[in-house]
Structures are given as structure tokens and as C-alpha cells.
């Protein structure tokens, strides 16, 4: 209400007869405390970038990445391993409430779960304090997703066969193999090449078999009576065959 010349009437004091734009003060004004956004600041974020990238290309050059050998399709008994940032989804499918027919739940519904619940915790738990004993409902849920987490992944280290991990991914020497001798053809009617490979590089299942040292008697003895992880009596094939299987093992040599 306008009463005079110039004189404006508010209900309350505090209130401003007239509101003005907040906008924030220059740079400028406050020296020695801030700086520009371009190009001071950014140039500082990419030298700082730049340093950080030199530093980790150094790293990958004088530590290689740990790469295996290539993969062999052919091989039945290999132990996968994800990356340590999955372990624990890794190890929640070897149960059995989310394995086998029921890897929905393991892979979908389990995991839906918990990121579903992680975004609806700010909804869930609308409190405006600060102590962890006054929001009993986002602390919860945190502890418990963390020590979950921990747990599984612990879990999946302490329970997973690091030798033969190691084993089964060490880079083996490439060998002149003929597919189309009597010999490979035997090694592959036989079933061998589920356990030692189609390169007979051998893996988690089967020894190598490339440069064995053994003469071809020793190597029909073991196909025929076993030795350590391998059983007897895996070799079905005729006394005929099995001289020629352990005559093209004896005989097989890398490059």
C-alpha cells in the first residue's frame, strides 16, 4: 500500500520493500581466495590429470597386465575368476537358492534388491539428524549391504583353488599338432581333449601333454591305469589304438 510520496507499508520489517536478484559477487572481489574457471583452474585440473596419466602408463609399462593363455573352448574344467569388484555376485551364484534353475534370483532379483533399496534409502529415511542411532533405518540397510558385500567376497577368496588358477592359466608353449593323423583323431573319439585340450596344453583338468619326456609305453600305462587326478580306465579304445594314441603323445613336441 503507497501512502506519500515514495512510502512503501510492509506487514513485517524483515521483509525487503523491494527484492533484488542474489547474484553472487565477481571473482574479483574476493583476492587471493578464488580464481578464474578458464583457464586457471581447468589448466591446473589437466596438469594434475596429466601427471597421473604419465605416472600409470609407467605402471602398466614396468608391470604387465597377468594375461593367460588363449582360451580354449575345449576345456571343460576351467576356473573362472572375475575382477575383485565382483566376487561377491560371483560367489552369491554358487549357492544354492541362486544357482542352477534358479540363477534368476542369483543374477536379477538379489542384486535388483539391494540397488533398489540403496535408491529408495533417502525416501525411506527422511529424518533430519545426523547420529547414526537417530536414523536406525539408512544406517541398517548400509551395514548390512557392506558387511554382505565383505563377507561374499571374502568368501570367494578363501574358497577359490589358486593353484590350479595359476596352472590352468599359465601360457604354455605352442606345439605341431596334425589334426588329421590317427593319432589326434583317437585323442579326440577318446574324450581327451575335455581334460588336456585341443593343443594338449593341458589345464585344471588335465596335465600337459607337450614334451612329456615319457616314452610311449609309460603314456599307455597311465591311459589305461590312471595316475594322480586321473582315474583309470578313461581310455575305452583297442589295444591298436592305444599304441598309436601314445605314440603321437611321445611324439609331440613344441615349436
Known amino acids: 500500500m503507497h501512502r506519500g510520496k515514495g512510502m512503501k507499508f510492509v506487514g513485517d520489517s524483515r521483509v525487503p520493500a523491494e527484492r533484488k536478484p542474489n547474484i553472487p559477487k565477481d571473482y574479483s572481489e574476493y583476492p587471493g581466495k578464488t580464481e578464474a574457471f578458464w583457464p586457471n583452474f581447468l589448466l591446473k585440473e589437466w596438469l594434475i590429470g596429466a601427471v597421473f596419466l604419465v605416472g600409470y602408463l609407467c605402471l602398466t609399462v614396468a608391470h604387465p597386465s597377468p594375461l593367460e593363455r588363449v582360451a580354449d573352448p575345449t576345456e571343460t574344467g576351467y576356473i573362472p575368476l572375475p575382477d575383485w569388484y ?40 527422511r529424518g533430519p539428524h545426523r547420529r547414526p542411532s537417530k536414523r536406525p533405518v539408512a ?59 585341443d593343443t594338449l596344453g593341458g589345464g585344471a583338468a588335465g596335465a600337459n601333454l607337450v614334451d612329456t619326456g615319457l616314452a610311449p609305453e609309460e603314456i599307455a600305462d597311465i591311459a589305461k591305469n590312471g595316475v594322480g587326478k586321473m582315474p583309470a580306465g578313461i581310455f575305452k579304445g583297442t589295444d591298436e589304438e592305444l599304441k598309436v594314441l601314445s605314440e603321437f603323445i611321445a611324439n609331440t613336441t613344441a615349436k
Open 139 to 197: 544406517v541398517g540397510m548400509m551395514i548390512l549391504g557392506v558387511a554382505a558385500t565383505f563377507y561374499l567376497t571374502w568368501e570367494s577368496v578363501a574358497t577359490h583353488d589358486w593353484e590350479a588358477a595359476a596352472e590352468q592359466g599359465k601360457i604354455q608353449v605352442e606345439a605341431e599338432i596334425d589334426t588329421e593323423s590317427d593319432g589326434y583323431k583317437i585323442y579326440t573319439e577318446q574324450t581327451c581333449i575335455s581334460c588336456h585340450g
Open 86 to 125: 565382483f566376487l561377491f555376485l560371483y560367489q552369491l551364484l554358487k549357492y544354492s537358492f541362486a544357482a542352477g534353475k534358479y540363477t534368476v534370483i542369483g543374477a536379477i532379483i538379489i542384486p535388483g534388491l539391494a540397488f533398489g533399496a540403496l535408491m529408495l534409502a533417502p525416501f525411506l529415511d
